[in-house]
T-cell receptor, first 114, second 113 residues
Framework: ETGVTQSPTHLIKTRGQQVTLRCSSQSGHNTVSWYQQALGQGPQFIFQYYREEENGRGNFPPRFSGLQFPNYSSELNVNALELDDSALYLC?????????????FGPGTRLTVL | RKEVEQDPGPFNVPEGATVAFNCTYSNSASQSFFWYRQDCRKEPKLLMSVYSSGNEDGRFTAQLNRASQYISLLIRDSKLSDSATYLCVVFFFFSGGYNKLIFGAGTRLAVHP
């Protein structure tokens, strides 16, 4: 196992609601990246947090936001949920944003928006 | 054009077969390359890194051709346990100080007895 944990494992919400997903990074890792994986697609980069700051973002609207805490755990918040937000949300931790350091993925949170 | 393109498959092969997956990427500035394996409803797991010199890990051989922007994965003597989706992944480091993995949509492999 990678040592990266995510909660909850499954979640069902309705359109317009807000959701918070959580990720605990592997011990010693200070960088967390979040990805969205829609059914039948590869994961898509949402954003990356390093030392409690967002230091990179993919092509996702501002209603996707995040936090990183002093212990390097992280949250992903999604406001005004849409049906297309239904996906597997993955977080990945690594020991830094520089270089091709291996990213270790958590088991994911499966979000269903009705 | 997608940044990383793969044949979606599925590839249905008998045990013992040799199967090859191909992948192309669009950004010539991409720095590192990987194959990840993803089992149904699970997270992606790193299978192996890919180098221009080619690299082998048991029954798995990966190859990178930077000039053609082409990545391959060869699986020899397929096992039932190889059934999964194989994701071609490109690592890109941005000058703003962050990196991201760019995934292909994956190629599904089904190995049957």
């Amino acid at each position: 196992e990678t040592g990266v944990t995510q909660s909850p494992t499954h979640l069902i919400k309705t359109r317009g609601q807000q959701v918070t997903l959580r990720c605990s990074s592997q011990s010693g890792h200070n960088t967390v990246s979040w990805y969205q994986q829609a059914l039948g697609q590869g994961p898509q980069f949402i954003f990356q947090y390093y030392r409690e700051e967002e230091n990179g973002r993919g092509n996702f609207p501002p209603r996707f936001s995040g936090l990183q805490f002093p212990n390097y755990s992280s949250e992903l918040n999604v406001n005004a949920l849409e049906l297309d937000d239904s996906a597997l949300y993955l977080c990945a931790s690594s020991s830094g944003p520089i270089g091709a350091d291996t990213q270790y993925f958590g088991p994911g949170t499966r979000l269903t928006v009705l | 054009r997608k940044e990383v393109e793969q044949d979606p498959g599925p590839f249905n092969v008998p045990e013992g077969a040799t199967v090859a997956f191909n992948c192309t990427y669009s950004n010539s500035a991409s720095q590192s390359f990987f194959w990840y394996r993803q089992d149904c409803r699970k997270e992606p797991k790193l299978l192996m890194s890919v180098y221009s010199s080619g690299n082998e890990d048991g029954r798995f051989t990966a190859q990178l051709n930077r000039a053609s922007q082409y990545i391959s994965l060869l699986i020899r003597d397929s096992k039932l346990s190889d059934s999964a989706t194989y994701l071609c992944v490109v690592f890109f480091f941005f000058s703003g100080g962050y990196n991201k993995l760019i995934f292909g949509a994956g190629t599904r492999l089904a190995v049957h007895p």
